[in-house]
Protein backbone atom coordinates (compact mmCIF):
# COMPACT_ATOMS: atom_id res chain seq x y z
CA UNK A 1 0.00 0.00 0.00
CA UNK A 2 1.69 3.38 -1.24
CA UNK A 3 2.04 5.91 2.22
CA UNK A 4 1.12 9.49 2.62
CA UNK A 5 2.53 11.48 0.22
CA UNK A 6 2.83 15.74 -0.10
CA UNK A 7 3.89 17.74 -2.66
CA UNK A 8 5.66 19.80 -3.13
CA UNK A 9 8.65 18.80 -0.79
CA UNK A 10 10.35 21.76 -0.37
CA UNK A 11 8.68 25.20 -1.32
CA UNK A 12 10.45 29.01 -0.93
CA UNK A 13 8.34 31.71 -1.26
CA UNK A 14 8.03 36.01 0.36
CA UNK A 15 6.39 37.61 2.27
CA UNK A 16 2.71 38.45 1.01
CA UNK A 17 2.68 35.41 -1.23
CA UNK A 18 0.00 32.61 -0.92
CA UNK A 19 1.02 28.88 -1.11
CA UNK A 20 -0.97 25.45 -1.46
CA UNK A 21 0.20 22.48 -0.13
CA UNK A 22 -0.94 18.93 -1.10
CA UNK A 23 -1.36 15.58 0.76
CA UNK A 24 -2.74 12.36 -0.31
CA UNK A 25 -3.21 10.02 1.75
CA UNK A 26 -2.93 6.39 2.24
CA UNK A 27 -5.96 4.57 0.21
CA UNK A 28 -9.08 3.89 2.11
CA UNK A 29 -8.35 6.58 4.73
CA UNK A 30 -10.30 9.22 5.41
CA UNK A 31 -8.99 11.06 7.87
CA UNK A 32 -6.89 13.51 6.76
CA UNK A 33 -5.37 15.78 9.39
CA UNK A 34 -2.66 18.71 9.21
CA UNK A 35 0.28 20.08 11.57
CA UNK A 36 3.08 22.93 11.98
CA UNK A 37 6.34 21.70 12.84
CA UNK A 38 8.63 23.91 14.17
CA UNK A 39 12.05 23.86 16.12
CA UNK A 40 10.79 23.63 20.29
CA UNK A 41 6.99 23.77 19.10
CA UNK A 42 6.51 20.07 18.44
CA UNK A 43 3.71 19.51 16.39
CA UNK A 44 0.61 21.95 15.87
CA UNK A 45 -2.70 21.02 15.12
CA UNK A 46 -3.79 23.20 11.97
CA UNK A 47 -7.45 20.91 11.57
CA UNK A 48 -8.82 17.43 10.55
CA UNK A 49 -10.68 16.79 7.92
CA UNK A 50 -12.81 13.47 7.26
CA UNK A 51 -15.26 12.71 4.40
CA UNK A 52 -14.76 16.31 2.80
CA UNK A 53 -15.69 18.10 6.52
CA UNK A 54 -13.83 19.87 8.47
CA UNK A 55 -14.44 18.97 12.31
CA UNK A 56 -11.70 20.67 13.98
CA UNK A 57 -9.33 23.44 13.17
CA UNK A 58 -6.38 24.78 15.76
CA UNK A 59 -5.28 27.64 16.94
CA UNK A 60 -4.27 29.44 13.49
CA UNK A 61 -5.47 32.83 11.79
CA UNK A 62 -7.98 32.61 9.34
CA UNK A 63 -4.79 33.12 6.67
CA UNK A 64 -4.59 29.39 7.07
CA UNK A 65 -7.15 27.12 4.87
CA UNK A 66 -7.51 23.86 3.81
CA UNK A 67 -10.21 21.97 2.40
CA UNK A 68 -10.65 18.34 1.66
CA UNK A 69 -11.80 16.65 -1.92
CA UNK A 70 -14.03 13.13 -2.57
CA UNK A 71 -11.06 11.14 -3.25
CA UNK A 72 -9.56 12.21 0.49
CA UNK A 73 -6.87 14.31 -0.80
CA UNK A 74 -6.61 17.60 0.90
CA UNK A 75 -5.00 20.77 0.35
CA UNK A 76 -3.61 23.45 2.68
CA UNK A 77 -3.61 26.94 1.92
CA UNK A 78 -1.92 29.96 3.45
CA UNK A 79 -2.55 33.32 2.19
CA UNK A 80 -0.45 36.49 2.70
CA UNK A 81 2.51 34.41 4.00
CA UNK A 82 4.83 36.46 7.01
CA UNK A 83 8.28 34.87 7.96
CA UNK A 84 6.65 33.11 11.06
CA UNK A 85 5.15 30.79 8.61
CA UNK A 86 8.53 28.90 8.02
CA UNK A 87 7.97 25.58 9.17
CA UNK A 88 7.74 21.82 8.01
CA UNK A 89 3.89 21.55 7.71
CA UNK A 90 3.04 17.78 8.12
CA UNK A 91 -0.34 15.83 6.80
CA UNK A 92 -1.18 12.66 8.39
CA UNK A 93 -4.00 10.09 7.66
CA UNK A 94 -5.81 7.30 9.42
CA UNK A 95 -9.04 5.58 9.28
CA UNK A 96 -10.34 7.33 11.81
CA UNK A 97 -8.43 9.75 14.86
CA UNK A 98 -8.61 6.64 17.12
CA UNK A 99 -6.53 4.63 14.58
CA UNK A 100 -2.91 5.08 13.80
CA UNK A 101 -2.08 8.50 11.90
CA UNK A 102 0.36 7.55 9.30
CA UNK A 103 2.68 10.83 8.61
CA UNK A 104 3.86 12.13 5.36
CA UNK A 105 7.13 13.00 4.85
CA UNK A 106 6.42 17.13 5.24
CA UNK A 107 6.58 19.84 2.63
CA UNK A 108 9.37 22.46 4.05
CA UNK A 109 8.03 26.05 3.87
CA UNK A 110 10.61 28.55 3.55
CA UNK A 111 9.53 32.58 3.97
CA UNK A 112 11.62 34.98 2.87
CA UNK B 1 -9.62 21.05 24.13
CA UNK B 2 -7.36 19.24 25.23
CA UNK B 3 -3.71 19.83 26.21
CA UNK B 4 -1.26 17.76 26.53
CA UNK B 5 2.16 18.36 28.74
CA UNK B 6 5.13 16.39 28.24
CA UNK B 7 8.21 16.04 30.17
CA UNK B 8 11.48 16.00 30.05
CA UNK B 9 11.83 18.17 27.23
CA UNK B 10 15.50 16.48 26.71
CA UNK B 11 16.56 12.93 28.82
CA UNK B 12 20.30 11.23 28.52
CA UNK B 13 20.71 8.15 29.18
CA UNK B 14 23.48 5.65 29.07
CA UNK B 15 23.15 2.60 27.04
CA UNK B 16 21.66 -0.16 28.82
CA UNK B 17 19.61 2.28 31.34
CA UNK B 18 16.34 2.85 31.33
CA UNK B 19 14.29 5.91 30.11
CA UNK B 20 10.83 7.01 30.80
CA UNK B 21 8.76 10.33 29.69
CA UNK B 22 5.87 10.94 30.93
CA UNK B 23 2.53 13.34 30.09
CA UNK B 24 -0.49 14.72 31.40
CA UNK B 25 -3.35 15.82 29.96
CA UNK B 26 -6.70 17.86 30.42
CA UNK B 27 -9.78 16.21 28.57
CA UNK B 28 -10.90 13.58 30.44
CA UNK B 29 -13.14 12.10 27.87
CA UNK B 30 -9.85 11.31 25.91
CA UNK B 31 -9.05 7.89 24.88
CA UNK B 32 -6.32 7.11 22.67
CA UNK B 33 -2.65 7.70 23.33
CA UNK B 34 -0.16 7.43 21.21
CA UNK B 35 3.40 7.76 20.85
CA UNK B 36 5.30 8.87 17.87
CA UNK B 37 8.99 8.55 17.52
CA UNK B 38 10.96 11.07 14.69
CA UNK B 39 14.45 10.35 13.88
CA UNK B 40 16.16 13.23 12.82
CA UNK B 41 15.18 14.47 8.93
CA UNK B 42 12.15 11.92 9.17
CA UNK B 43 8.37 11.35 9.42
CA UNK B 44 7.14 10.83 13.01
CA UNK B 45 6.26 6.95 13.16
CA UNK B 46 4.14 5.22 15.56
CA UNK B 47 5.82 2.79 18.02
CA UNK B 48 2.83 2.11 20.70
CA UNK B 49 -0.30 3.44 21.52
CA UNK B 50 -2.84 2.55 24.46
CA UNK B 51 -6.75 3.15 24.74
CA UNK B 52 -8.42 3.95 27.83
CA UNK B 53 -9.68 0.83 28.90
CA UNK B 54 -6.28 -0.09 28.55
CA UNK B 55 -3.64 0.33 31.94
CA UNK B 56 -0.64 -0.66 30.89
CA UNK B 57 0.63 -2.47 26.97
CA UNK B 58 4.28 -3.78 26.42
CA UNK B 59 5.82 -4.40 23.12
CA UNK B 60 9.68 -5.77 23.12
CA UNK B 61 11.65 -3.04 25.11
CA UNK B 62 8.78 -0.31 24.79
CA UNK B 63 6.42 -0.31 27.80
CA UNK B 64 3.34 2.35 28.12
CA UNK B 65 1.36 2.73 31.27
CA UNK B 66 -2.05 4.85 31.60
CA UNK B 67 -3.75 5.92 35.02
CA UNK B 68 -6.69 7.55 33.98
CA UNK B 69 -7.50 8.94 37.12
CA UNK B 70 -4.57 10.80 37.39
CA UNK B 71 -4.60 11.63 33.92
CA UNK B 72 -1.21 10.77 32.88
CA UNK B 73 0.50 8.31 30.36
CA UNK B 74 4.39 7.29 30.32
CA UNK B 75 6.18 5.91 27.84
CA UNK B 76 8.96 3.28 29.49
CA UNK B 77 11.79 2.16 27.13
CA UNK B 78 14.01 -0.89 28.73
CA UNK B 79 18.12 -1.61 27.48
CA UNK B 80 18.11 1.48 24.98
CA UNK B 81 20.23 1.38 22.49
CA UNK B 82 21.48 4.17 20.33
CA UNK B 83 19.28 3.36 17.70
CA UNK B 84 16.59 4.90 20.41
CA UNK B 85 18.09 8.28 20.03
CA UNK B 86 14.83 10.48 18.72
CA UNK B 87 12.33 12.75 19.59
CA UNK B 88 9.96 11.55 21.30
CA UNK B 89 6.30 12.74 20.95
CA UNK B 90 2.91 11.72 23.46
CA UNK B 91 -0.68 12.16 22.05
CA UNK B 92 -4.46 12.22 23.58
CA UNK B 93 -7.13 11.78 21.19
CA UNK B 94 -10.72 12.45 22.79
CA UNK B 95 -14.14 13.19 21.39
CA UNK B 96 -13.19 16.94 19.42
CA UNK B 97 -11.34 15.33 16.34
CA UNK B 98 -8.26 16.43 17.17
CA UNK B 99 -5.05 14.63 18.53
CA UNK B 100 -2.95 16.70 20.59
CA UNK B 101 0.63 16.19 20.71
CA UNK B 102 3.31 17.05 23.61
CA UNK B 103 5.88 19.40 23.05
CA UNK B 104 8.32 16.46 22.55
CA UNK B 105 10.79 15.00 24.70
CA UNK B 106 14.61 14.39 22.73
CA UNK B 107 16.30 11.46 23.70
CA UNK B 108 20.00 10.53 23.53
CA UNK B 109 21.87 7.43 24.60
CA UNK B 110 24.83 7.64 25.33
CA UNK B 111 27.41 4.43 24.09
Redesign the interface.
Known sequence: KAGVTQTPRYLIKTRGQQVTLSCSPISGHRSV?W?QQTP????Q?LF?Y?SETQ??K?NFPGRFSGRQFSNSRSEMNVSTLELGDSALY?CASSLS??N???????TRLTVL | GENVEQHPSTLSVQEGDSAVIKCTYSDSAS??F?WYKQELGK????II?I?SNVGEKKDQRIAVTLNKTAKHFSLHITETQPEDSAVY?CAA?GS?????????TTVTVRA
Not at chain 2, 43 to 46: I, K
Not at chain 2, 96 to 104: H, P, R, V
Open positions: SYGQGLFEFRNGLLEEQFFGPG | NYPRPQLDRFSDYKLSFGAG
